[in-house]
């Protein structure tokens, strides 16, 4: 899981809630990504930042707010506004030059809605 | 539009043989595809890119890939198969177009199951 960390791992939310998720990252990339996983859909694009205080929309931006205030940082935040969002997100980072351009994923966190 | 697809949501194969698990692309320019495997409940780990140069691209784990232009497939392959490869593996190509110099585009997921 390299350089990224993802806190909680587990985390549970009643309806109605907001919730914030944690990425960190020490391998001083540009490039920061939170992706959603469900079981046989691949990963889909929530979010992604390419520098500091700039983020785009990925392909399911509805219901999700995110924050780039810091290189190193870049946390997801589930709103109520999110209809089904139980699954488990992936965060991830890469530079955004030269060669090493693969992106580099944390452990994930378990979202589940009771 | 870039797409990327795994024609197989699951591939079976014994322990000692060799595997292989597909992946086809449709990008406008020269692709840039990688392979990465995540163990449950785990983050994904990569393998593999290819960006340039040999078509036969070696990876992580004793995973090879072959990049074939004129059939638009980057099929993994690995000769001989563990068990602790039992995985779910993802293709991906980079996404020209999305803003992010790295935006990746995933396939849905192969999982492969080695049996002992």
């Known amino acids: 899981d390299g350089g990224i960390t993802q806190s909680p791992k587990y985390l549970f939310r009643k309806e109605g809630q907001n919730v914030t998720l944690s990425c960190e990252q020490n391998?001083?990339?540009?490039?920061m990504y939170w992706y959603r996983q469900d079981p046989g859909q691949g990963l889909r694009l929530i979010y992604y930042?390419?520098?500091?205080?700039?983020?785009q929309k990925g392909d399911i931006a509805e219901g999700y707010s995110v924050s780039r205030e810091k290189k190193e940082s870049f946390p997801l935040t589930v709103t109520s506004a999110q209809k089904n969002p139980t699954a488990f997100y992936l965060c991830?980072?890469?530079?955004?030059?030269?060669?090493?351009?693969?992106?580099?994923f944390g452990p994930g966190t378990r979202l589940t809605v009771l | 539009a870039q797409s990327v697809a795994q024609p197989e949501d699951q591939v079976n194969v014994a322990e000692g043989n060799p595997l292989t698990v597909k992946c086809t692309y449709s990008?406008?320019?020269?692709?840039?595809l990688f392979w990465y495997v995540q163990y449950p409940n785990r983050g994904l780990q990569f393998l593999l890119k290819?960006?340039?140069?040999?078509?036969l691209v070696k990876g992580s784990y004793g995973f090879e890939a072959e990049f074939n232009k004129s059939q638009t497939s980057f099929h993994l392959k690995k000769p001989s198969a563990l068990v602790s490869d039992s995985a779910l593996y993802f293709c991906?190509?980079?996404?020209?177009?999305?803003?992010?110099?790295?935006?990746?585009?995933f396939g849905t997921g192969t999982l492969l199951a080695v049996q002992p």
């Open positions: 991830a980072s890469s530079a955004t030059s030269g060669s090493r351009n693969e992106q580099f």
């Open positions: 290819y960006i340039t140069g040999d078509n």
């Open positions: 991906a190509v980079r996404d020209y177009y999305g803003g992010a110099t790295n935006k990746l585009i």
């Open positions: 391998l001083n990339h540009d490039a």
């Open positions: 990008v406008s320019g020269n692709p840039y």
């Open positions: 930042s390419q520098i500091v205080n700039d983020f």
